[in-house]
């Protein structure tokens, strides 16, 4: 599909992060910006909100962003075991990953060589038992579709090299055809070509999971170089290159086969082991790549390793403070939060799933942060989601169904998100807390944070964040503590403006003990103001008091509408009285009786126009 029309409206876009062209990591990198990028003189740059720059790749970059929510498969054999994915293979991690039969009775901790040896030749065997005779991938795109999902990627190889595809390389030329289509396999039939004709079919964008490593691979893991004890080749490569030329041949065979039979809007990489940093084990991706957007310009490549050609980050479960430098901009990447549905990324026999409200929060609180939510679900041997995955999704999209506005095709409204406090058994996101109800930043007092992007209220917030020298405000239930350095905050009762600061007008506790979480998003002249719930009643309050930015040319980094309110609405319920009074913050006026549409989060939805 062309994701170039599928990101909405684009209104009031805003790029967080460098503003250099020399601040790039390398001039390779200089497509991830230049849709949104031209070069000034001097080398400084300016945005591009039309987005007519010619760049497609960048341009798919941006398109990317907008989808925000996207579905990720692990699937494979080991689905009939219940391990997580291929990781019980590897000698270092094979306890660690739920491979609880690896020499059962005995613990697994006292496992030996042996018995991994013959672990591994049971797992290889899981090939000729797995047969999804339930396959229907109509009925996951339809499940993905109703939860407001926009993309999707799944594995056609993990690490333990079975492919899900179609393919006809083979690991070395003594070794058999290892996938749904090789000689001892029952599937013979191209599972993931068929997923990808179905979710295309919805409307949503595909992406391919690749393991760069293959320990089924006899180029990969040499059988006659001896027992495998890590997750790299079991020789060195250095002193067999042609045994790792080979496996290089196979890889590329392996990719070309993917790229130029399902055309697949997203190549999404692991096994960042292979690759820079890890000696001669690596890849000529960069060429690879090159070759790949000849055919297809607007392809985007994952890497996981974040060195080599790769369009936007990707963390596994990321600490709550890595997602608030994701979008400080403390890394200057588009990127995305893969996160699993159950405990672990493949299929288990009676996994702890997450609640509907954990899913909904945690993808408020990830877009309002400037990222994608890339959430996954490991199928079953039977080729079937799982009953209570299904039930999630649907829940989920019953929330989607009505506020799904707030998250497709919008971008950050900085600062993001702001708290009273912070429940425990909610999704953890790190905020700052500022010293006063009211407070005043000068952005001439944070100089300091860099000349780079400018004395912003961002740069300042990103620099307090990264030093914690001079605070005179942390907030400790966070790991880094978050703070306010002192030469930050200039506390302020009655507020007096300065010219070119930011008054930041934070929640006011309308109820004492009460935990308001506000989330952030914009699309063009419309800002939604998301409060996270912990069920249907709204706050028991008729003033409540959003975050809002004053006395600031263009909002807080630009990212804030400048033209008078119109309205304010909530989505899915009748509209909400609010007051405007002297633009000394925003006053939404609720009947305390009042419930929201759906018990997890409520979308106040504020509409700007000149």
């Not at 306890?95 to 039969?101: A, S």
């Not at 999704?393 to 506005?405: D, F, R, S, Y």
Request: glycine content about 8%; some cysteine; charged content about 15%.
């Amino acid at each position: 599909m062309d994701m170039a029309g599928v990101a909405g409206d684009r209104q009031g876009w805003r790029y967080w992060g460098p503003t250099r062209l020399a601040d790039l990591p390398s001039p390779a990198h200089a497509h991830w910006y230049c849709p949104f990028m031209t070069t000034q003189a001097g080398g400084s740059v300016a945005t591009d909100p039309t987005g007519t720059a010619s760049c497609p790749e960048a341009k798919a970059v941006r398109a990317w962003q907008g989808l925000k929510f996207g579905l990720f498969l692990h699937w494979g054999p080991y689905s009939q075991l219940g391990v997580d994915a291929s990781w019980s293979l590897n000698w270092a991690t094979a306890c660690t990953f739920g491979n609880v039969g690896l020499c059962a009775p005995k613990p697994c901790s006292q496992c030996t060589e042996a018995d991994m040896t013959a672990y591994r030749q049971k797992y290889w065997d899981l090939a000729t038992t797995f047969n999804p005779t339930k396959f229907n991938p109509t009925l996951w795109a339809e499940a993905a579709t109703a939860a407001g999902m926009k993309y999707f990627v799944m594995t056609t190889k993990h690490h333990d090299g079975f492919a899900m595809y179609n393919t006809s390389a083979k690991g070395a030329p003594s070794q058999a055809v290892y996938g749904v289509t090789g000689p001892d396999c029952p599937v013979q039939r191209d599972l993931f070509g068929e997923v990808v004709a179905a979710m295309r079919g919805r409307g949503l964008a595909a992406g391919a999971y690749f393991s760069k490593a293959d320990w089924h691979a006899d180029s990969f893991w040499d059988p006659t170089a001896g027992f495998a004890s890590t997750r790299d080749t079991n020789y060195n490569i250095s002193d067999n290159p042609e045994r790792y030329a080979q496996f290089v041949a196979f890889d590329q065979r392996q990719l070309d086969e993917i790229v130029t039979g399902y055309s697949p809007d997203i190549v999404w990489l692991d096994a960042g082991w292979v690759g820079p940093g890890n000696g001669l084990q690596t890849l000529p991706l960069p060429e690879w790549a090159s070759k790949a957007r000849k055919a297809l310009p607007a392809q985007l490549w994952v890497n996981r390793d974040g060195k080599v050609d790769e369009d936007y980050l990707t963390p596994e479960n990321p600490p709550p403070e890595e997602v608030l430098r994701f979008g400080l901009g403390l890394y200057p990447k588009p990127w995305e939060v893969c996160l699993t549905l159950g405990e672990q990324w493949a299929y288990k026999v009676n996994d702890t799933y997450k609640s509907s409200a954990t899913i909904v929060q945690t993808l408020v609180s990830v877009v309002a942060t400037g990222g994608s939510l890339l959430l996954d679900i490991g199928p079953m041997p039977t080729g079937e989601l799982p009953l209570t995955a299904l039930a999630r999704l649907a829940e989920v999209g019953q929330w989607m169904n009505v506020n799904g506005e707030a998250i497709h095709g919008t971008v950050p409204v900085f600062p993001f998100a702001i708290n009273v406090t912070t429940a425990a058994h909610r999704p953890k996101v790190p905020e700052w807390q500022l010293a006063a109800n009211r407070t005043h930043l000068s952005s001439a007092s944070c100089a300091e944070a860099g000349s780079n992007t400018g004395a912003t209220l961002k740069a300042c917030m990103a620099y307090c964040f990264e030093t914690l020298s001079g605070c005179n405000t942390i907030d400790v239930r966070n790991e880094p503590p978050v703070c306010i350095p002192q030469n930050c905050v200039v506390p302020g009762t009655p507020l007096v403006p300065t010219p070119g600061g930011y008054d930041v007008y934070t929640l006011k506790n309308v109820e004492e003990g009460q935990t308001l979480q506000w989330r952030l998003s914009r699309k063009g002249d419309v800002v939604y103001a998301i409060l996270l719930l912990d069920g249907a009643t709204l706050p028991n309050t008729n003033a409540l008091e959003l975050p809002f930015v004053v006395n600031a040319p263009g909002g807080t980094d630009g990212s804030w509408p400048t033209v008078p309110l119109q309205n304010v609405t909530l989505l899915g319920a009748d509209p909400v009285v609010f007051d405007w009074s002297d633009r000394n913050g925003l006053f939404l006026k609720i009947n305390p009786n009042a419930t929201a549409p759906h018990p997890d989060a409520a979308v106040f939805k504020l509409t700007f126009s000149s």
